[in-house]
C-alpha cells in the first residue's frame, strides 16, 4: 500500500472526550471516527487491525471444532417474550417496531436465535456436542458509553454457544473453549488472566472473564502475589478473623457529633480510627428494609449482599423517607442499637467491641457499643470486600495474598445449563430414546474491544506499538528526498515489490512529506518495522532498520535487507 493513495487520517490533536490513551490513538492514528455516541465507523487503517482480531479468533474457534455461523442483528420479540428476557432485559435492549408495528430488537447477544435454531434443526444425542459460533456486530443501548470502542453501543462480538447431552459434555466443552481462549490471547499479544467470575453453586469453574490487566480498566480483579490465581473482587472470600470477640471494656456512652455525615467526619469528631467505628446501610429487603453492617474502613459487597435471602437482588439502599420511618433518622445517624428491622453484621464487624455508632438520632452517635450486651437478634454474614494484602483464600486453598488490579474484560466463558434450552424447549433424544433439554454453554469475545485493550497495553509516548500478529502492516518503508533522488526512487520501489512478493504487508509512504512527518506518523500508527532508505546510506548500499520497540537505528546490507527482516519477525511483540 502507498500512503499517497491511502487514507491515512492521522490527527495532530485527540477529542476532548477521549479520556484514555488507547480512545485517543484510536483516533489520533486514524483508526477510527465517531457516528453517534458509542457508535464508530472503522478506517481503513482500524479495519485492517480489526480484521487481523477476528482471523485469529476465528482460526482458533475452527480450530477447536466450532462451526461458524452467522445470525441476523434484528430479532423477533417472540422469540424474546420465549425466554422472558423481552421483560427483564431493560433498557440495553434496543427495542423497535416494523411498518406494520411488530416488535423486534437489536440483537445484544443471541442466546435466544442460537437456540431456536438448535431445537429445530438437532433432534438426537448423536448430532452433539455442538458448538455453532459467529462474528458479528452487536447493539446494547449502554447507559454510559465511553473511552471509544472498549465500551461502545455497537461493538463487534464472537459468541459461541456449546450443545452438550448432559453436564459432563457442557464442562468439556467449556474447557475445549477456555483453551481456545488461551491460545487466542497469546496469539493476540495480550497478557490475560482468567479470572473466575462467579461463586454461584456450580463452583468456581462455572464461569471466567479474560481481563486484560490495565490501569484504565473499568473492573476491580483481584490477582495473587504467588501464582495465576485471579478473581474479580465482588467474588473473593474473606477470610474470617481471628481471634474471639473482646469482652465490653466501657459503658454506651451518646455524644454529640454534630454536622457528621461520613466515616471521615466522625473520626475526626471523636479522634478515633475507622477501624473502632462501624457503618450501617439500610437496604430494600423482601420483607421491608434491612440493616447492613460492616467496619468503618471496609467497603460493602453488593455481590455478597445479593447473595442474602432477606434483601432483593439488584441491591438497592433505601430512599432516605424509608431510611427515616426505619430508624427516625437520616442515613448518616443509623445505627444498629434499637433498630427494629432485620440486622446483618459483616463477620469482621461481629468481633468488634467498645465501638462507635450511629445513635438512630440527628447529630449523636454512640461510643463503646458492644454486641450482645447493646445489640442482640443480628446474624452475621460476609458482606464486605477483600482489601490489598489479606489471604488470597479460594476453594483450592490459599494463594498467597490479594493484589488489587484493574481488569478490562476482552472474553468471557459461561456455563449456561438448561436455562434457555428449558424456556425454549430444545430438547433431544437420549440414547435411551428419552427427551432431555440439552446443556449449553455460552463464550463471548468482544473483538472491537480487543483493538482498544491492546492499545491500552501496548503503546508508548510516540504512538501505537502494535504486537505484530494484529499490526496493521509489517513494515514500512521511509524514503529520504525521493522526489529529487532517482536512485532513492528506485530503490524504495523495488524494495516496495520484493516485500510484497515475500509476503509481507509493507506500507511505502510516497506522500513526498518532510521526514520528520513520515517518521512520527509511523510511529503514531505503529507499524512494527520500519525501512528508512536515503541517498547517504545507498552510496554504501545500506538502509537503516529501526524495530518499533527499540530506540536505535540498525545499518542493514540493501541486498540482504528481505532475510533481515524475516529474522526480525517476532521480535517485537
Ligand atoms: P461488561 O461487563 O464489560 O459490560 P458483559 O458482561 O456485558 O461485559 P458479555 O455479555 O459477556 O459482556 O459480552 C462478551 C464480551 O463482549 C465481553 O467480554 C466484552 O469483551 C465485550 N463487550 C461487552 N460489552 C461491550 C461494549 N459495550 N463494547 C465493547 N465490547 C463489549
Ligand atoms: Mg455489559
Not at 445505627?335 to 464487624?349: Q, R
Not at 518532510?514 to 554504501?540: A, Q, T
Request: charged fraction near 25%; charge should be negative; hydrophobic fraction near 40%.
Amino acid at each position: 500500500m502507498r500512503t499517497s493513495r491511502y487514507l491515512l487520517a492521522t490527527v495532530k490533536e485527540a477529542p476532548n472526550d477521549a479520556e484514555i490513551l488507547s480512545h485517543q490513538l484510536m483516533i489520533r492514528a486514524g483508526l477510527i471516527r465517531r457516528v453517534a455516541a458509542g457508535i464508530y465507523s472503522w478506517l481503513p487503517l482500524g479495519f485492517r487491525v480489526l480484521k487481523k482480531v477476528e482471523n485469529i479468533v476465528r482460526d482458533e474457534m475452527d480450530t477447536s471444532g466450532a462451526q461458524e455461523i452467522l445470525m441476523p442483528g434484528v430479532h423477533p420479540a417472540e422469540l424474546w417474550r420465549e425466554s422472558g428476557r423481552w421483560e427483564k432485559y431493560g433498557p440495553e435492549l434496543l427495542r423497535l417496531n416494523d411498518r406494520h408495528g411488530r416488535e423486534f430488537c437489536l440483537g445484544p447477544t443471541h442466546e435466544e436465535v442460537v437456540t431456536d435454531i438448535v431445537r429445530s434443526e438437532v433432534q438426537s444425542y448423536r448430532q452433539l456436542p455442538a458448538n455453532l459460533y459467529q462474528i458479528q456486530w452487536k447493539f446494547r443501548d449502554e447507559i454510559r458509553p465511553r473511552f471509544g470502542v472498549m465500551r461502545g453501543r455497537e461493538f463487534l462480538m464472537k459468541d459461541a454457544y456449546s450443545f452438550d447431552i448432559d453436564a459432563e459434555g457442557m464442562a468439556e466443552s467449556y474447557r475445549v473453549m477456555y483453551e481456545a481462549y488461551e491460545r487466542i490471547f497469546t496469539r493476540l499479544g495480550l497478557e490475560t488472566r482468567a479470572v473466575a467470575a462467579d461463586s454461584g453453586a456450580i463452583g468456581g469453574d462455572h464461569s471466567h472473564e479474560f481481563h486484560v490487566l490495565a490501569d484504565s480498566g473499568e473492573d476491580a480483579i483481584a490477582v495473587s502475589t504467588t501464582d495465576n490465581t485471579a478473581a474479580n473482587i465482588e467474588v473473593v472470600q474473606v477470610p474470617s478473623p481471628d481471634g474471639e470477640r473482646p469482652a465490653p471494656g466501657v459503658d454506651m456512652a451518646s455524644v454529640d457529633t454534630p454536622g457528621v455525615h461520613t466515616i471521615n467526619d466522625l473520626c475526626k469528631a471523636l479522634n478515633v480510627e475507622p477501624d473502632r467505628t462501624i457503618k450501617t446501610l439500610i437496604v430494600r429487603g423482601v420483607d421491608g428494609p434491612v440493616a447492613l453492617v460492616i467496619r468503618g474502613d471496609h467497603e460493602l459487597n453488593a455481590v455478597k449482599a445479593e447473595h442474602l435471602e432477606q434483601v432483593i437482588k439488584p441491591l438497592e439502599f433505601a430512599s432516605a423517607e424509608e431510611v427515616k420511618a426505619a430508624s427516625g433518622t437520616d442515613p448518616g445517624s443509623v445505627g444498629p442499637v434499637g433498630l427494629k428491622i432485620p440486622v446483618i453484621v459483616d463477620a469482621w464487624a461481629s468481633v468488634m467491641s467498645d465501638f462507635v455508632a450511629g445513635a438512630n438520632e440527628a447529630n449523636k452517635h454512640l461510643t463503646g457499643v458492644n454486641w450482645e450486651r447493646d445489640v442482640s437478634g443480628h446474624t452475621v454474614a460476609d458482606l464486605r470486600m477483600i482489601t490489598e494484602g489479606e489471604p488470597f483464600v479460594t476453594s483450592s486453598g490459599t494463594h498467597g495474598n490479594v493484589e488489587l488490579r484493574r481488569g478490562i474484560e476482552v472474553g468471557h466463558v459461561f456455563q449456561l445449563g438448561l436455562t434457555y434450552s428449558k424456556a425454549l424447549n430444545a430438547e433431544v433424544l437420549t440414547d435411551k430414546g428419552k427427551t432431555t433439554p440439552v446443556y449449553m454453554g455460552c463464550y463471548g469475545i468482544g473483538v472491537s474491544r480487543i483493538v482498544a485493550a491492546s492499545i491500552e497495553q501496548n503503546h508508548d509516548e510516540n504512538g501505537i506499538v502494535w504486537p505484530e500478529a494484529i499490526a496493521p502492516f509489517d513494515v514500512c518503508i521511509v524514503p529520504i528526498g525521493m522526489k529529487k533522488s532517482e536512485a532513492v526512487r528506485a530503490a524504495c520501489e523495488k524494495l516496495y515489490e520484493d516485500l510484497k512478493a515475500n509476503g509481507f504487508d509493507v506500507l511505502f509512504d510516497d506522500r513526498d512529506e518532510r521526514p520528520g512527518v513520515m517518521f512520527s506518523d509511523m510511529e503514531l500508527i505503529g507499524v512494527p518495522h520500519r525501512v528508512v532508505i536515503g541517498d547517504r546510506g545507498l552510496k554504501e548500499n545500506r538502509y537503516e532498520y529501526r524495530g518499533r520497540n527499540k530506540s536505535e537505528n540498525e545499518d542493514v546490507d540493501a541486498d540482504t535487507i528481505i532475510d533481515f527482516l524475516k529474522s526480525r519477525r517476532g521480535t517485537i511483540l
